[in-house]
């Protein structure tokens, strides 16, 4: 007879083959390796396999589990993005990420925060609702993102998303603290709220915490990359312990950041950004590509996990209380109000319409979501914060769905418009 501990197993063995089989499946299908996992998590909980589903509002420790399991991931994410990508950092070479990040990401908050409070939440959950929502997620947003160094498909899309999911992750953090603020300052409305909470928010964890976590990130990653590829580094090894070493300098320069009040985020992205540029012109320049192609492994075990609890907690009666109006705000978010601010923001950069479009629209919405709100949960005290799930689960289930559909034609379109323009050119 089986136990709880041979179904985890037994689910964890085939979820895990399960990714090395279903990309090829699905192919060029409206269906996605993600909107598969989550619908397993659905089904398996109906099944005499199912498994316990933690609930973060049931108790502190399944919170914190949750809370956990997705920094990690996000982590790992964020880390695995940096290395990806070629293109180095510039006003131009990265100017839709820089727009995306100081317009559209603030106005999305903003925008969200107001959504929330018609669909009926306080206000501190509304602003939590705002900064959780707003940022693209680094893990959901693989599809869309440049696949790995020395790829050779950065287009400005790819590059953009990438980019932007590396950094806004860190930079919502901000506001998440805000919304922490404000529901400990119990104030009536949201202009008293601010007031008494504007100038710490501003000074601390919007000046410090972000200098903090730049600074960390920059001294780290740097460090990391003249060990790694010195004369004892795992670069002359041929890369023998690159998983090791991924993993190491990933914690290292997230603990510390953490430890110094810092966005651990936001520098573990910067760290993969300077240890990658610190590779360049080197003759083991390629070991770059053994620890990313481990963090694409990493990644993909707790993704694996993550999106059988994300279909199993869906179904498991926490959105029996759902409203139309929470459900209106996912919709809103998905095919309004990310698209149209993101378009517009959009329109002082170049690229054609169709890019313009791909780049608003693709926000996708994960995991980091998740993990905003446990941490909120776990740092301060919101009324309502259940319905704050609701909406998030509804938001993420719905961006897996049609993003994880319409992500490979508009970028099978995106990479044939590139080859016509690179053979034209030539």
Not at 31 to 40: D, E, F, G, K
Not at 256 to 268: D, H, N, Q, R, S
Request: net charge negative.
């Amino acid at each position: 007879m089986l136990d709880e501990k041979d179904i985890v197993y037994l689910v964890a063995g085939l979820a895990l083959l399960g990714l090395t089989a279903l990309p090829l499946v699905c192919g060029k299908r409206l269906l996605s390796v993600p909107t598969l996992y989550v619908a397993a998590g659905a089904v398996l909980a109906f099944t005499p396999f199912a498994l316990h589903i933690p609930d973060p509002n049931s108790s502190e420790v399944a919170g914190l589990v949750i809370e956990h399991l997705t920094e990690l991931i996000v982590i790992i994410a964020l880390a695995a993005a940096g290395l990806a990508v070629d293109r180095q950092a510039g006003r131009r070479e990265w100017a839709h990420s820089w727009v995306l990040l100081g317009v559209a990401m603030p106005l999305t908050i903003v925008g969200l925060y107001f959504l929330g409070v018609w669909a009926g939440l306080p206000m501190a959950a509304a602003l939590l609702l705002g900064a959780a929502l707003a940022p693209t997620d680094p893990v959901l947003a693989r599809e869309v993102q440049v696949s790995g160094p020395n790829e050779g498909d950065e287009d400005d899309v790819r590059v953009s998303l990438t980019t932007e999911a590396g950094l806004n992750d860190g930079l919502a953090f901000p506001f998440v603290w805000l919304a922490i603020a404000v529901a400990s300052a119990q104030a009536a409305t949201i202009g008293p709220a601010l007031a008494e909470t504007g100038v710490d928010w501003l000074l601390y964890d919007v000046g410090w915490r972000i200098a903090a976590a730049l600074a960390m990130g920059g001294l780290v990653g740097w460090a990391s990359a003249r060990f790694v590829m010195g004369a004892w580094g795992d670069a002359r090894a041929g890369g023998a312990n690159a998983g090791l070493v991924f993993l190491g300098s990933t914690c290292l320069v997230y603990g510390l950041t953490e430890a110094i009040e810092g966005y651990g985020f936001l520098a573990v992205f910067v760290a993969a950004r300077v240890g990658r540029n610190a590779s360049r012109g080197r003759a083991d320049e390629g070991y770059v590509t053994q620890p990313h192609a481990y963090a694409d492994q990493f990644e993909k075990i707790l993704l694996a996990v993550l999106l059988l609890w994300v279909g199993g907690y869906a179904v498991s009666g926490v959105l029996d209380a759902l409203t139309w109006r929470e459900v209106a705000v996912a919709f809103l978010l998905v095919f309004v109000l990310r698209p149209a601010i993101g378009y517009l923001a959009l329109l002082c950069t170049r690229g054609d319409r169709f890019q313009r479009l791909s780049i608003a629209f693709f926000g996708i919405r994960g995991m980091g979501s998740f993990f905003y709100i446990a941490f909120a949960a776990s740092h301060g005290t919101f009324d309502d914060l259940t319905a704050v799930w609701r909406i998030t689960i509804v938001t993420v289930l719905l961006s897996i769905a049609v993003h994880g559909a319409l992500a490979p034609i508009a970028m099978r379109r995106i990479a044939q418009s590139r080859d016509q323009k690179t053979a034209a050119a030539e």
